[in-house]
T-cell receptor, first 113, second 115 residues
Framework: QKEVEQNSGPLSVPEGAIASLNCTYS??????FFWYRQYSGKSPELIMF????GDKEDGRFTAQLNKASQYVSLLIRDSQPSDSATYLC?????????????FGTGTRLTVIP | NAGVTQTPKFRILKIGQSMTLQCAQD?????MYWYRQDPGMGLKLIYY???????DKGEVPNGYNVSRSTTEDFPLRLELAAPSQTSVYFC??????????????FGSGTQLSVL
């Protein structure tokens, strides 16, 4: 059984600051890692994916992956109140070949104006 | 192009009742999924399908059944509803599985309460 662990928060940061969200996973064979954002009462939406060690940047978002430490993180620079949401870390279950994802419980982020 | 459509959005069931949650996608996606999300928790996979006529169990399949007679539709059936099935249910789809970086498209969710 894969396990994906996240700090549930809540994490509060002031507007303009860097928000750092962390995730660890149990299966060393995992290859694909995803960050989904979920606003309250809404469905998750994909914001970042990463599969190689190192950093991947997309606008204000940077995903970081360290497979040796089984650790993936998401940095949000210049945080905005609109970034306030729950961020879900997800890991691909490669055994099924069906792109099944194992999700963490999510970290709730609040950006304070 | 509506994406993934789920109905109903809200439903209250009595213990022991049955119902079907509907899910349809118009993106010609092969892969479809049902997840449930309990309050303050992540998503748990109930069932998935890799194509018409093919379904398989996920992490938490007990108490549910699915069918996939067409590419577009993937209904989830609850038989003998129990309070433990109170949750938000999300249907999702993707073009194919087994490839890196494949994106899931989610429906808007069904909030189900079993009382």
């Amino acid at each position: 059984q894969k396990e994906v662990e996240q700090n549930s928060g809540p994490l509060s940061v002031p507007e303009g600051a860097i928000a750092s969200l962390n995730c660890t996973y149990s299966d060393r064979g995992s290859q694909s890692f995803f960050w989904y954002r979920q606003y309250s009462g809404k469905s998750p939406e994909l914001i970042m994916f990463i599969y190689s060690n190192g950093d991947k940047e997309d606008g204000r978002f940077t995903a970081q992956l360290n497979k040796a430490s089984q650790y993936v993180s998401l940095l949000i620079r210049d945080s905005q109140p609109s970034d306030s949401a729950t961020y879900l870390c997800a890991v691909n279950d490669d055994r099924t070949g069906a792109n099944n994802l194992f999700f963490g419980t999510g970290t709730r982020l609040t950006v304070i104006p | 192009n509506a994406g993934v459509t789920q109905t109903p959005k809200f439903r209250i069931l009595k213990i022991g009742q049955s119902m079907t949650l509907q899910c349809a996608q118009d993106m010609n996606h092969n892969y479809m999924y049902w997840y449930r999300q309990d309050p303050g928790m992540g998503l748990k996979l109930i069932y998935y399908s890799v194509g018409a006529g093919i379904t398989d169990k996920g992490e938490v399949p007990n108490g549910y059944n699915v069918s996939r007679s067409t590419t577009e539709d993937f209904p989830l059936r609850l038989e003998l509803a129990a309070p433990s099935q109170t949750s938000v249910y999300f249907c999702a789809s993707s073009y194919s599985g087994g490839l890196l970086n494949e994106k899931l498209f989610f429906g808007s969710g069904t909030q189900l309460s079993v009382l």
